[in-house]
Nanobody, 115 residues
Framework: QVQLVESGGGLVQPGGSLRLSCAAS????????MGWYRQAPGKQRELVALKPNTGSTHYEDSVQGRFTVIRDNAKNTMYLQMNDLKPEDTAVYYC?????????WGQGTQVTVSS
Protein backbone atom coordinates (compact mmCIF):
# COMPACT_ATOMS: atom_id res chain seq x y z
CA GLN A 1 0.00 0.00 0.00
CA VAL A 2 2.64 2.50 1.05
CA GLN A 3 5.20 3.31 -1.62
CA LEU A 4 8.51 5.09 -1.20
CA VAL A 5 10.51 6.15 -4.24
CA GLU A 6 14.09 7.37 -3.94
CA SER A 7 15.80 9.45 -6.58
CA GLY A 8 18.76 11.77 -6.99
CA GLY A 9 21.62 9.33 -6.79
CA GLY A 10 24.54 9.37 -9.15
CA LEU A 11 28.26 9.89 -9.53
CA VAL A 12 29.87 12.81 -7.73
CA GLN A 13 33.45 13.84 -7.04
CA PRO A 14 34.87 13.89 -3.51
CA GLY A 15 33.93 17.12 -1.80
CA GLY A 16 30.86 17.50 -3.94
CA SER A 17 27.21 17.60 -2.98
CA LEU A 18 24.15 15.57 -3.82
CA ARG A 19 20.51 15.76 -2.81
CA LEU A 20 18.45 12.60 -2.52
CA SER A 21 14.66 12.58 -2.58
CA CYS A 22 12.20 10.15 -1.04
CA ALA A 23 8.67 10.58 -2.35
CA ALA A 24 5.97 8.91 -0.29
CA SER A 25 2.54 7.86 -1.53
CA UNK A 26 0.81 9.37 1.48
CA UNK A 27 1.21 12.02 4.13
CA UNK A 28 4.44 11.90 6.08
CA UNK A 29 2.42 12.52 9.23
CA UNK A 30 1.16 8.95 9.02
CA UNK A 31 4.65 7.74 9.90
CA UNK A 32 6.10 7.98 13.37
CA UNK A 33 9.62 8.27 12.03
CA MET A 34 11.37 8.38 8.68
CA GLY A 35 14.98 7.68 7.97
CA TRP A 36 17.82 7.16 5.56
CA TYR A 37 19.95 4.04 5.47
CA ARG A 38 22.80 2.97 3.24
CA GLN A 39 24.47 -0.26 2.24
CA ALA A 40 27.89 -0.53 0.67
CA PRO A 41 28.88 -3.64 -1.32
CA GLY A 42 29.67 -6.52 0.99
CA LYS A 43 28.60 -4.61 4.08
CA GLN A 44 25.52 -4.55 6.25
CA ARG A 45 22.90 -1.88 5.89
CA GLU A 46 23.57 0.94 8.31
CA LEU A 47 21.58 3.84 9.63
CA VAL A 48 22.44 7.25 8.24
CA ALA A 49 19.81 9.45 9.84
CA LEU A 50 16.46 9.21 11.60
CA LYS A 51 13.91 12.00 11.57
CA PRO A 52 10.79 11.66 13.75
CA ASN A 53 7.69 13.73 13.07
CA THR A 54 8.65 15.80 16.09
CA GLY A 55 11.91 16.18 17.89
CA SER A 56 15.50 16.32 16.76
CA THR A 57 17.06 14.35 13.94
CA HIS A 58 19.64 11.70 14.72
CA TYR A 59 22.70 11.48 12.47
CA GLU A 60 25.30 8.78 12.38
CA ASP A 61 28.65 10.10 13.57
CA SER A 62 30.35 9.73 10.20
CA VAL A 63 27.85 12.03 8.47
CA GLN A 64 27.24 14.50 11.29
CA GLY A 65 27.74 18.03 10.04
CA ARG A 66 27.77 16.96 6.40
CA PHE A 67 24.33 15.46 5.84
CA THR A 68 20.98 17.09 6.56
CA VAL A 69 17.50 15.58 6.48
CA ILE A 70 14.75 17.87 5.22
CA ARG A 71 11.07 17.04 5.44
CA ASP A 72 8.65 18.69 3.01
CA ASN A 73 5.25 17.64 4.27
CA ALA A 74 3.38 19.55 1.55
CA LYS A 75 5.06 17.41 -1.11
CA ASN A 76 5.08 14.17 0.90
CA THR A 77 8.81 14.13 0.30
CA MET A 78 11.87 13.75 2.48
CA TYR A 79 15.29 14.83 1.29
CA LEU A 80 18.83 13.98 2.25
CA GLN A 81 21.20 16.83 1.51
CA MET A 82 24.73 15.45 1.33
CA ASN A 83 27.68 17.84 1.36
CA ASP A 84 31.43 17.28 1.41
CA LEU A 85 30.96 13.78 0.10
CA LYS A 86 33.72 11.25 0.65
CA PRO A 87 34.51 7.98 -1.16
CA GLU A 88 33.41 6.08 1.93
CA ASP A 89 29.92 7.50 1.43
CA THR A 90 29.57 5.32 -1.66
CA ALA A 91 26.57 3.03 -1.15
CA VAL A 92 23.00 2.34 -2.11
CA TYR A 93 20.86 4.72 -0.11
CA TYR A 94 17.43 3.64 1.10
CA CYS A 95 14.51 5.64 2.38
CA UNK A 96 12.50 4.22 5.26
CA UNK A 97 9.17 5.12 6.80
CA UNK A 98 7.88 3.53 9.97
CA UNK A 99 4.45 3.16 11.45
CA UNK A 100 3.82 1.52 14.80
CA UNK A 101 3.69 -1.94 13.24
CA UNK A 102 5.35 -1.71 9.85
CA UNK A 103 8.56 -0.40 8.35
CA UNK A 104 8.48 0.47 4.66
CA TRP A 105 11.43 0.70 2.30
CA GLY A 106 12.16 2.32 -1.01
CA GLN A 107 14.01 0.60 -3.83
CA GLY A 108 17.26 2.40 -3.18
CA THR A 109 19.37 4.82 -5.18
CA GLN A 110 23.07 4.44 -5.91
CA VAL A 111 25.51 7.10 -4.75
CA THR A 112 29.07 6.82 -5.99
CA VAL A 113 31.75 9.23 -4.79
CA SER A 114 34.83 8.95 -6.95
CA SER A 115 37.28 10.96 -9.01
Amino acid sequence: QVQLVESGGGLVQPGGSLRLSCAASESLFRFTVMGWYRQAPGKQRELVALKPNTGSTHYEDSVQGRFTVIRDNAKNTMYLQMNDLKPEDTAVYYCSAESRETQYWGQGTQVTVSS
